[in-house]
């Protein structure tokens, strides 16, 4: 069982910082959330290699998602690079996914201006993803396409590259009034982040919500799912006593 905890967590913590933390509480693996460029380059990659943990996962930075969902013909030339770098930095460092979003819904004319073209990035990213044993994730989101089952594999479908696979992320499927496991039975995702959820507070830490998740590992389990449990709660939670939450996360998957 492949355990991994998200560095989005752990913000605003250099990720650096981050990814020796959780090497230091038993973590082998991580998913690395760049939170700016530096840590998208293959120069940052060489110093994570230095440490005991992979970055088998990383999720395409949201602070760049303007770039790679953007159909302005300049900003197009600067995704591929910015793809380019943050694939050579995941070879480094020994990354099998790269996680992104479903597109926004948008009204028809903003539709004809974004949907291509921003399909076309996200191919070029699943091309050169395939060349370096790397699978893109299609991650479901209530603001997005992917806000149902049905729309995410749609989305997939849509999309038409076979290394884009659909992936699920429990709150998120929780916000959009989906319990995880139908989410995850319809889907069969490739890759997983997992959090609670209870009212209105999302990507609560695990076991503080409302998460059926004896239910939701037997579902997992039924798939025969063989990708990355990734921990990615809210870094709200992680701002105090962070490598006693951090060791409880770990102690909570393992249990079940």
Request: proline share 5%; hydrophobic share 40%.
């Given at each position: 069982?492949?355990?991994?905890?998200?560095?989005?967590?752990?913000?605003?913590?250099?990720?650096?910082?981050?990814?020796?933390?959780?090497?230091?509480?038993?973590?082998?693996?991580?998913?690395?959330?760049?939170?700016?460029?530096?840590?998208?380059?293959?120069?940052?990659?060489?110093?994570?290699?230095?440490?005991?943990?992979r970055?088998?996962?990383?999720?395409?930075?949201?602070?760049?998602?303007?770039?790679?969902?953007?159909?302005?013909?300049?900003?197009?030339k600067?995704a591929?690079?910015?793809?380019?770098?943050?694939?050579?930095?995941?070879?480094?460092?020994?990354?099998?996914?790269?996680?992104?979003h479903?597109?926004?819904?948008?009204?028809?004319?903003?539709?004809?201006?974004?949907?291509?073209?921003?399909?076309?990035?996200?191919?070029?990213?699943?091309?050169?993803?395939?060349?370096?044993?790397?699978?893109?994730?299609?991650?479901?989101?209530?603001?997005?396409?992917?806000?149902?089952?049905?729309?995410?594999?749609?989305?997939?479908?849509?999309?038409?590259?076979?290394?884009?696979?659909?992936?699920?992320?429990?709150?998120?499927?929780?916000?959009?009034?989906?319990?995880?496991?139908?989410?995850?039975?319809?889907?069969?995702?490739?890759?997983?982040?997992?959090?609670?959820?209870?009212?209105?507070?999302?990507?609560?830490?695990?076991?503080?919500?409302?998460?059926?998740?004896?239910?939701?590992?037997?579902?997992i389990?039924?798939?025969?799912?063989?990708?990355?449990?990734?921990?990615?709660?809210?870094?709200?939670?992680?701002?105090?006593?962070?490598?006693?939450?951090?060791?409880?996360?770990?102690?909570?998957?393992?249990?079940?």
């Amino acid at each position: 069982m492949r355990i991994s905890f998200s560095t989005a967590a752990l913000y605003p913590r250099l990720s650096l910082e981050a990814l020796k933390l959780l090497n230091d509480v038993g973590f082998k693996e991580a998913e690395l959330m760049p939170q700016c460029y530096h840590e998208t380059t293959p120069e940052f990659a060489k110093e994570v290699k230095k440490l005991e943990i992979r970055v088998s996962s990383i999720h395409f930075p949201l602070s760049y998602f303007s770039v790679l969902y953007n159909p302005y013909g300049g900003m197009v030339k600067e995704a591929k690079n910015l793809m380019d770098d943050l694939l050579l930095a995941g070879e480094i460092m020994g990354t099998d996914v790269i996680v992104i979003h479903a597109l926004p819904y948008m009204e028809e004319l903003k539709k004809e201006i974004f949907y291509n073209v921003v399909t076309e990035n996200i191919k070029y990213l699943a091309s050169k993803g395939k060349e370096k044993n790397v699978k893109i994730a299609l991650e479901n989101n209530p603001n997005t396409l992917g806000r149902t089952p049905e729309g995410l594999l749609d989305e997939v479908r849509r999309i038409d590259h076979d290394n884009v696979q659909p992936m699920v992320d429990t709150t998120e499927s929780w916000e959009a009034d989906i319990e995880p496991e139908i989410f995850i039975s319809k889907t069969r995702p490739i890759h997983l982040h997992l959090s609670d959820y209870k009212g209105d507070v999302k990507h609560l830490p695990l076991g503080e919500g409302k998460g059926n998740w004896e239910m939701i590992f037997n579902t997992i389990k039924s798939i025969d799912y063989s990708g990355i449990y990734v921990i990615e709660p809210a870094y709200k939670f992680y701002i105090d006593d962070v490598v006693n939450k951090v060791r409880n996360a770990k102690n909570f998957i393992e249990n079940i």
